[in-house]
């Protein structure tokens, strides 16, 4: 199975958190995506997940109802 980009395509970037606040990865996580074994995106999407739950924006993000792969 393919793991799925986090992208939603509402790129702009929390200057603050150094966030997408579309995707909430970091720019080195978006740069590398494409490169990234599966293990490694399934990775970024916990961090995805982490920081929804941490920085109090889970609500506020475009991308925060989007599901990582196998956590249905």
Known sequence: MA????CINVC????ARGLC???LRTLD???RWSSM???????VWRQIRLRQQA???AG???GA???PPGAA
């Open 3 to 6: 793991v799925p980009s986090p």
């Open 12 to 15: 702009t970037v929390d200057e």
């Open 21 to 23: 606040r579309g995707c």
């Open 29 to 31: 996580e978006i740069a």
């Open 37 to 43: 074994s599966e293990q490694d995106r399934l990775q």
């Open 55 to 57: 920085g109090g924006t």
């Open 60 to 62: 506020d993000a475009p």
């Open 65 to 67: 109802g989007r599901t």
